[in-house]
């Protein structure tokens, strides 16, 4: 989720936990990493998101918020454990970054060389230590400007794509980078906001009633989370920049 | 608290929570780390723990882990944000380091040059990039065996500590290291086990009935949590290292 205000995630959230073990095969561990400021408030649990208290807390608590990113996780490298719980988070040019992945790497063996090391065992950690490593290696100590950042982002997740399936999002809490490989898809919520239902559970919201013409809220997902919306397909192979609820023009970008 | 095996810390934290905006001025935030396994849990909160729903979580829920550091925050350096909560984590040599200070540095303007920065704005995360900056400087990509590590970090936290107040815990998961400046002590529960009783809330527990003879936990605090248990107190500047639930002999370490 990417907001032009900060905005709790409840609703977006519930039908998505329902994947983790009900809806869907993906039990094998599930996590969200909230942005608050500069700072980051990261739930992981290795326990299926439907089974999870922490998962009932977030639920019930709602975290505002502009920047948010949650996994769910069917294993596939990496055994099931709390470090192989997506969303990874790191720290580079004096920001935490957050990153999910889905899909799955072959053969993708980068050299780390640097600061960014895994402490688990998946190909999606790895490839997030390879993008950092790999961005503080041509922009030095100093992060870019986000048309730089963009150009080499799209370069580095199009190299890494080749190994395999690599849907994946990234925040510095500023932008949310999605990648598309094989499936991901928006909607941008805005005024006139309508009533949403989920797909996954039978819950229905009136936007209208809890938003302000003025707010604005891009979720991305793998699949779509509600019935009644428009979601737009990402073609395969594009990386879309979300600021403030809306995604930047390639030209833009 | 450092364990041999992986104990729960609702007993603790109960008292601990308490010091959030209750029996104790500390109402500017607070947080807690969780090592399982490899992978860190983190909780942090800009909100008093004893408004917190994610306080209250972790009193009903028993997360066992055998290093479990936990801050209550009185601001000093840097606002109320959630950027600011203690405890910090980073990864260094493949491992997440989880880090707390208590104390006041002043004019402690280290410069950073390497890959750790601070996002927040307190002296503490600041203490601990510099921390693993330095560490990383002196023995490269590849972790050192403890007495080398324990030597460095000795010296390091002496340097710091010229610069004010540092009582602090950092831990890698597998040893739990604590430094005292001004006040810190420390009790070591094992076998035979006694009931103890909590300063802070109106509640007791008896251990003998929670645990196995081979159990051992080292709780290390600022202020002494329970009213009938023998805490031992730190000299100033001193440095320990609790590994498996005891403080290894500094012959040893």
Known sequence: MNCNVPTDIVFSFTGFAMRGGRTDIHHDGWGIGFFEGAGVRLFV?????VASPVA?????????????????????????????????VRELWGRYWVFAHNGELND???TLNGPFRSVGGTDSELAFCFLLQELRARFGDHAP??????????????????????????????????????KLCYVVRQHPFLTASLSDEDMSVDFAQVTTPQDRVAIIV????TTNES???????????FVDGMPLEDSLA
Chains 1, 2 share one sequence.
């Not at 400007?145 to 190994?163: F, G, H, K, N, T």
């Open 108 to 110: 993708f063996n980068p």
């Open 231 to 241: 979601w737009t397909s990402f073609a395969p192979g594009e990386l879309k920049v």
């Open 222 to 225: 793998t699949e779509p989370l």
């Open 145 to 182: 400007a986000l048309p730089l950042l963009r150009a080499a982002l799209a370069e580095l997740v199009r190299a890494i794509a080749a190994y395999g399936s690599f849907n994946m999002m990234l925040s510095d809490g500023t932008a949310l980078f999605a990648h598309c490989s094989s």
């Open 56 to 88: 009932e807390l977030i639920k019930r608590y709602p975290i505002k918020s502009k920047n948010v990113i949650a996994h769910i996780r069917k294993a596939t490298h990496g055994h099931v454990a709390l470090e192989n719980c997506h969303p990874f």
């Open 45 to 49: 649990d290795h326990q299926a998101a």
